[in-house]
């Protein structure tokens, strides 16, 4: 349950809370019209930070101790055998003279503060038997299932039908009105077994709204086994379907996966992976980077044999709920799977993490095949494109030159354009709520996590300059029969990111692609003789990589001085492998002369030339194998810096890729910056790599120049 408070343009949550609730028909009950419930929290998540109440199963401590100790013996709900016994006055904790007396204490406003707790426990999941035996349930019907909200309309509309399969009924309700100036509106969709009663899964928003003022309560019931929605609410703020951009922007330039027909990508080589706090302190969240990748990937990945370990290698035992769990997808170019784990049971559970050193856990990976293909633009338009249960759909909007592009993916299949090289701009449709327009995103993502569970669209608006010839596709195809099994270790970030055989976790560029990559890729490594540069004709530098810094260097012939001194070089490095001499006067001050000449040499010891080494490991593409540089020095003696100076690394879109490094690399040394004794790890995947090799022949480069007059 969460409930988010509204001022004009500005919001926030007020009250956020999560719970594992068992519920348990009550054998001893003597009235067979009378259904009595026991409700038992095993988790509870209870904040509240307007009357500072924090309410953690995990820790017996703390302001919300006293109330914890009430909440952990439940709540007794007792009902009429007609209607839902939902409102608050049916529900008594079990400890009731201990609830009592802890309100006295604090006064009226607690009361009326704690009416959101109370309320996570009212709702009743048992339909009663009156509302479900008079006929088989139809299309269309209506059921009263008594007050499920807890403020508003005094006499709600009844539910409706709106689906039956099988034993599974789902019913909805929707309702405004207005009272004393508040505008009212109620939202509930439900599904429950039509024989058993039980509910099955229940969303509840209800809105008060007076002027720019707006409050908003939502209740949400899932079985346990349910992913996501409870990270969902748990984590919202209250962005609605209008917050969404709705402009076009120019079609960006976007790396594309590269075709892996066989689906030889490694993705399961590292031997760790990530734990570390997730959304709220006591979330455990588990995250495996399974590699480095250009473009889309996708598929799943399941997480079995979780086992929590002390530092004396000991299996903690600590029962735990799997509330939210992600498949392997590419973000930003790294690959990564994860999932969230909260520790089930009351107080006990801080002491015991409190001790957790590592994590282990088995992962199951289901490989991809990807590839992609050309399909003519008037085809697309004529019929829609199928990949398995995945669907591509292109349409003519009546705008000339607008296009609407669906993608739904479903299964082991999916599909995904390749926008590159169209001459437009790109936008996106706002999704189609399931329900009324007023419920606010995650609502609306809620209501068809729970209760439709297909596959969203993704769907593009396209505003094309001409109409192109064919449209690239992307296909990835999940072979669930080579599905790969393998135990990993999860550490803290700390000891993840010291181990550099491990690729990173963010790479260095943003995989913005270039069109021209190649082509200058292979004019790096030509070496170009260094010469004098001016922007202005009021300035002169000398622009070079860092490596050639070391070994050319500029001299003055004939110059002239400036406050009395004479001008020199002074080298400027970017730190990103690009260094500069720039003339300056001799504190650095000026770097802008008028009407003056300077002639001189650039001296190099010898003739620089780039010796590739080749590229990233197959398997592990952040690390380079660098032996081919090894062998013309000795690596117990060099030192890191040298990484710097002779190594150009970029990956395969020209991006200059850094080293990464032990913490103390510069006090041991090269050998102990490398992984094997051979590897460098870098910040990327690497697709290039190269050592600066200098000739024995010196090579002397002259200039002169001469700088403008004043304006």
Same mark, same amino acid.
């Given at each position: ?209 007076? +002027? ?324 202005? +004709? ?75 080494? +080749? ?97």
């Amino acid at each position: 349950m969460s409930t988010l408070y509204a001022h004009g343009d500005s919001q926030q949550v007020g009250v956020r809370a999560r719970a594992l609730i068992k519920y348990q028909v009550d054998s001893a009950s003597s009235n067979a019209e009378t259904a009595s419930l026991s409700v038992t929290p095993t988790m509870l998540q209870y904040q509240d930070p307007a009357y500072r109440l924090n309410i953690n199963s995990f820790d017996d401590a703390g302001r919300g101790a006293a109330l914890a100790k009430i909440v952990r013996q439940g709540v007794q709900l007792i009902g009429d055998g007609k209607e839902v016994a939902s409102s608050q006055s049916l529900a008594r904790f079990k400890a009731q003279d201990e609830w009592e007396a802890y309100l006295a204490k604090q006064g009226k406003e607690a009361r009326r503060a704690l009416a959101p707790l109370k309320s996570l426990f009212a709702l009743n999941p048992l339909i009663p038997l009156a509302q479900r035996a008079d006929s088989a349930p139809r299309v269309g019907d209506t059921l009263r299932l008594g007050d499920f909200f807890q403020t508003g309309a005094s006499e709600l509309a009844p539910w409706r039908i709106t689906a039956v399969e099988g034993q599974g009924v789902t019913a909805s309700l929707e309702q405004s009105s207005v009272q004393q100036g508040i505008e009212f509106r109620h939202f509930g969709q439900l599904r429950f077994d039509s024989e058993t009663g039980w509910l099955d899964s229940l969303l509840l928003v209800e809105r008060q709204q007076k +002027g720019d003022r707006r409050q908003t309560r939502r209740w949400l019931l899932a079985p346990k086994s349910t992913l996501y929605v409870s990270d969902m609410l748990w984590q919202d703020e209250g962005d609605s379907i209008d917050d969404l951009e709705h402009d076009l922007y120019e079609i960006p330039i976007l790396p594309m996966t590269p075709d892996d027909r066989d689906a030889s990508i490694s993705m399961m080589e590292p031997d760790q992976g990530l734990m570390s706090a997730g959304w709220g302190s006591d979330d455990i969240e588990l995250r495996y980077i399974h590699g480095l990748v250009a473009g889309d990937y996708a598929t799943s990945v399941e997480y079995r044999n979780i086992e929590l370990i002390d530092w004396q290698g000991r299996v903690i035992d600590l029962p735990l709920w799997r509330h939210s769990a992600r498949g392997a997808s590419a973000m930003g170019g790294v690959v990564s799977s994860g999932v969230n784990l909260l520790p089930v049971g009351w107080g006990e559970s801080r002491a015991n993490l409190e001790e957790l050193y590592q994590i282990r856990a088995e992962l199951s990976f289901t490989p991809v095949r990807t590839y992609t293909e050309q399909v003519s633009w008037q085809k697309l338009l004529k019929q829609p494109y199928h990949f398995g249960e995945a669907r591509l759909t292109l349409t003519s909007l009546s705008e000339p030159g607008r296009y609407r592009l669906a993608v739904s993916n479903g299964g082991v299949n999916s599909l995904s354009p390749d926008l590159n090289g169209l001459n437009g701009k790109l936008g996106f449709e706002t999704p189609k709520g399931l329900g009324p327009k007023w419920l606010s995103l995650t609502e609306q993502l809620l209501l068809g996590e729970l209760f439709f569970r297909e596959q969203a669209s993704q769907v593009y608006i396209l505003q094309l300059a001409e109409m192109p010839e064919s449209l690239s596709i992307f296909h990835g195809e999940q072979l669930r029969d080579k599905t790969t099994t393998k135990a990993i270790t999860l550490v803290t970030q700390s000891d993840y990111e010291a181990n550099l055989a491990n690729p990173p976790l963010t790479p260095a560029s943003s995989g913005i692609a270039d069109s021209n990559a190649s082509a200058k890729s292979e004019e790096k490594w030509q070496f170009t003789e260094p010469s004098t540069v001016s922007r202005t +004709g009021n300035d002169l530098y000398i622009p070079m990589p860092t490596a050639l810094a070391q070994v050319c260097r500029p001299r003055i012939d004939k110059g002239f001085n400036e406050g009395g001194k004479p001008v020199q070089w002074r080298l400027i490095d970017n730190g990103q492998g690009q260094s500069a001499f720039v003339l300056a006067s001799l504190d650095g001050g000026r770097r802008y002369f008028y009407d003056k000449s300077i002639q001189g040499s650039i001296h190099c010891q010898g003739r620089p030339q780039w010796q590739k080494v +080749g590229k990233g490991d197959k398997r592990r593409p952040w690390l380079v194998d660098l032996t081919p540089w090894l062998k013309t020095l000795d690596k117990r003696k060099a030192q890191v810096n040298r990484l710097y100076r002779e190594l150009s690394i970029t990956d395969a879109f020209g991006h200059r890729l850094s080293p990464r490094l032990p913490k103390d690399a510069e006090e041991q040394g090269l050998e102990k910056a490398l992984v094997e004794g051979r590897y460098l790890s870098v910040d990327g995947a690497a697709s290039s790599a190269a050592y600066l090799v200098i000739g024995d022949e010196p090579l002397t480069i002259p200039y002169q120049f001469t700088f403008k007059p004043l304006p």
